[in-house]
């Protein structure tokens, strides 16, 4: 056996994330993530199984059903809309931003009838539209709603969303990539069928799965549809069925990503869910004020903003990619850029997960005081740092980690 | 913030892993999963997946297109199933195993017109009987056969296949989960449109991702075809884009198992192709002189059978699930069991990628030698391990990690 040693091991740059996701991982979960494996029908592995499903329900907030669909958000977006409606079904759509978008685009390739409501990008979704379109869409099967909008920052009413679908006899469906583990959700309360998240944000895991929630009331709908969800890799019901207690073979699980799962549910309920909540509302208040006090504006304006991710209107004078391209050359920084409607006219911040934490909120700051001058741009030097310390002290914030 | 600390590390039980798949990960690859992540539209990123898909080339053994699909095996099969035909078009799935049934049931709830030819599980498929449903059967879109069928431990002629298949325009799609790495499989030269993988198999790389490899006829077809693919997460011809020069977005990629991708096969780059191939051999046939010697029968014959696994036909007294509990259970080794037709009459042994070394193969020889008198069958002790080393000995291996 010959060796050849063309390749030493894999190095990669060491970057900070503040995009829209991913988000840094936990070294915890990084740990846990390389641990020798077991097999995907081994005993030890079921009792994993159904201990992280037992971690996600508190996560989610509810007592039916919590697992994971093995692939990125998308994968957990697809297997909702395969599993909950059947080709030529009505579904509404309300559509608010880049990923509502992307819903439109899967559920059509499923062959659904799709009823966009389309309402402007930037503010958070106005429950009585969707009220007056299912009294003339009486027969509308599903209506999906997302809760945080990553591409727009906003916060959505998916509480009253839920509550008008089900007076229409619809199931409710939504994405909670960005907010589960960030924002306030409560899955049973607020009567939700099926959420959807991604590893990769306020859980602080990689990316590449996707933990969900589904209601007893979504399972017997795709127990009962007339015909077979087009994907069988998606098709939820098979993936409860081997996450479930009787653990009946479906595709390989994956493993690793599982192993990092659980050890970020762990992590959540370390710190407490409420806890959590509040490190991402604290930490964004902090860099608003750093922001402010470098004169940039946010588009979205208080009630409708999300505390993991921030979008900065660009000042006329900056190149969206020249921006963060010296972001990431100078300081090694990964920020978002807009999309759709804004491609080109914002930036996005995001502070999620391990990523939300007053070091990194301080470090952009002080990237972007540095910066914005290189485009032109007077700035007094040091007021948004001070300013964000300013306001963690007012907040009682001293010692960052424990 | 609070700290509440209900949950420890997580701790798995460490066990040999000798199944049909996951099998064992290398410490490498495992050590690559856990460094820090960038995220996924990372210029640093997009330079690595330009790596992989080359490294993937050489290991697929093509000038084409290499890349991989964000789910398990399954999600690659389905992947395949579902950009490469349209609903109602007439597919031919050569059906000798499981996972072929698998395929059949994929395409079928995907609307395909499914032309099964089922031959007897446990024989090498015959390609003539390809060709006599071929000619039938002249208006058929896609051809799939397996290369490796991991339910029954045989290696299929898919350059044969190929061949009728494009004779009759046909494009040709296999399975190669199991046999990547670790048989010869030569994608160009044998004409292959589309074959997927796993990267828990002959890889050695924990599951979760499908390397898979796409011909440029079969990207022509999927950008040419009448409808789109019903599935977006799935669509072949958007993976690629996102993994080719353009790196146009798509779904979040799984930044660490394509970390955990990227060491695998720099490691079966380093170990070189046809050594790879030859280890999977040499250890197999110790393997099986010493089960030889344990009076132990294989259902398969010599020709048909797979290296990466052995299935054992279980003698009249040995109970199947007993057996592979007291594997478990004393020796903390991993077997399989068999599937469908072959369920309750055999077990699995896998010796593939980092499972497939000497120290495994006398380990479950020593582990079988001691398990079989507690079920009232009498075996002469030290045989079977002596067998095996013989074997080594005749092939020349005295020293067995490099």
New interface residues.
């Given amino acids: ?7 030493e ?7 900070v ?1 503040l ?1 829209p ?2 988000s ?2 936990n ?2 979960v ?16 079921f009792d ?1 199984l159904e201990k992280v499903s037992g ?1 996600l329900n508190e996560i989610f907030l509810t007592n039916q059903m919590s697992f994971a669909v ?6 957990g ?2 297997a909702g809309l ?1 599993s909950l409606a059947e080709p030529g079904d009505k579904v509404i759509i309300c559509s608010y931003g880049y990923f509502c978008e ?1 819903q439109i ?2 559920a059509k ?3 659904l009838n799709v009823i966009p409501i389309r309402t402007e990008w930037g503010k958070s979704f106005d429950p009585q539209v969707l009220l007056d379109t299912l009294k003339s869409h009486t027969d509308t099967k599903l209506v999906l709603g997302i809760h945080a909008e990553t591409s727009t920052g906003t916060i959505n009413p998916i509480k009253e969303m839920a509550k008008i679908s089900h007076d229409f006899g619809s199931l409710f469906m939504t994405d909670v990539v960005t907010s589960l583990a960030g924002s306030e959700l409560q899955f049973d309360e607020w009567e939700i069928d099926y959420a959807y998240s ?1 590893s ?1 944000k306020c859980l602080a895991a ?4 996707s933990p969900v929630a589904m209601s007893t009331k979504a399972l017997e709908y795709i127990r009962n549809r007339k015909t ?7 098709d939820l019901s098979l993936i409860w069925d081997y996450w479930s207690e009787n653990h009946i073979a ?8 599982i ?2 799962l ?2 970020a549910a ?2 959540t ?4 869910l409420f ?1 959590r909540w ?2 991402h509302k604290v930490n964004a208040s902090a860099l608003r004020a750093g922001l402010k006090a470098l004169n940039l504006d946010l588009p979205i304006s208080k009630s409708d903003r999300l505390d993991q991710l921030t979008v900065i209107n660009l000042p006329k004078d900056i190149d969206d990619v020249k921006l963060r391209s010296k972001i ?1 050359e100078q300081y090694s920084i ?1 920020v978002g850029r807009g999309l759709g409607d804004f491609a080109g006219k914002v930036i996005r911040i995001g502070l999620m997960g391990e990523s939300c934490y007053p070091p990194n909120v301080l470090y952009i700051l002080q990237a972007l005081e540095n910066i914005i001058p290189q485009f032109g741009i007077e700035i007094s030097e040091g007021n948004a740092v001070n300013a964000a310390s300013d306001e963690y002290s007012k907040n009682g914030i001293k010692k960052f980690y ?1």
Same sequence: chains 1, 2.
């Fill in positions: 056996m010959s060796k050849k040693n063309i390749y091991p894999l190095d990669m740059p060491r970057r994330i995009g996701g991913p840094s991982a070294p915890r990084l740990r846990a993530m390389s641990l020798p494996i077991v097999g995907y029908l081994d005993p030890a592995f994993l971690m093995a692939g990125s958000g998308s994968a977006m697809e395969v992307r685009i899967m390739r499923l062959g991604g990769q990689p990316p590449g799965i077979l969800p087009s994907s069988w890799y998606l479906h595709h390989t699980a994956p493993v690793s990503m192993y990092g659980r050890e762990a992590l309920l370390n710190e407490g806890e509040e490190r990431l990964e424990e």
